[in-house]
T-cell receptor, first 117, second 111 residues
């Protein structure tokens, strides 16, 4: 069974440009999470989808970030326009049921390393 | 969710048991203790979790004190590949809940 896959693995863009990150969760997983780790800081929650609906987007830093999950399958995270402080590693995770409501674990992808120059 | 405290770093000799402590003195009765790890720049990986009983799986053992204010993750025979940052997280089993990562413990397994 394929795990959580993220694309691209690395992205280098200039300040002001747009970047779109993609996450394919494990098939059948309704819950999809985005996290990010900015250099030298802790891994921070960004948002949570249940199927195609945003359950919690309290961690989204500002309105330059837009996440979608059309059809409840894969998700995209767009940063527009990108700023230097957006550099970091963006992780996606998925879980089968309402995460942590029934002893389920979250499976993480390998992350996308974003560098804004 | 209750906050956790972990030592920032630990060393362990290869082949020996690695015992990683975690304090969670404000844990509530229905909060679980989870352990994840992040190896180098990979995504975090689930290890184990428990409520109040000790737990064991193919990766590790989790020992939770009777008062539940602290726990210890035990890697019985640490290998070089276990070098990673280990995160202790407590949270409610609640639909929509998410992991909150702290600083973790950087475990260095040495030959």
């Amino acid at each position: 069974e394929a795990g959580v896959t993220q694309f691209p693995s690395h992205s280098v863009i200039e300040k002001g440009q747009t970047v779109t990150l993609r996450c394919d969760p494990i098939s059948g997983h309704d819950n999809l999470y985005w996290y990010r780790r900015v250099m030298g800081k802790e891994i921070k929650f960004l948002l949570h989808f249940v199927k195609e609906s945003k359950q919690d987007e309290s961690g989204m830093p500002n309105n330059r970030f837009l996440a979608e999950r059309t059809g409840g399958t894969y998700s995209t995270l767009k940063v527009q326009p990108a700023e230097l402080e957006d550099s970091g590693v963006y992780f996606c995770a998925s879980s089968q049921q309402g995460a942590f409501s029934m002893n389920t674990e979250a499976f993480f992808g390998q992350g996308t390393r974003l560098t804004v120059v | 969710d209750a906050k956790t405290t972990q030592p920032p770093s630990m060393d362990c000799a290869e082949g020996r048991a690695a015992n990683l402590p975690c304090n969670h003195s404000t844990i509530s009765g229905n909060e679980y203790v989870y352990w994840y790890r992040q190896i180098h720049s990979q995504g975090p990986q689930y290890i184990i979790h428990g409520l109040k009983n000790n737990e064991t799986n193919e990766m590790a053992s989790l020992i939770i004190t009777e008062d539940r204010k602290s726990s210890t993750l035990i890697l019985p025979h640490a290998t070089l590949r276990d070098t990673a940052v280990y995160y202790c997280i407590v949270l409610l089993h609640n639909a929509g809940n998410m992991l909150t990562f702290g600083g973790g413990t950087r475990l260095m397994v040495k030959p």
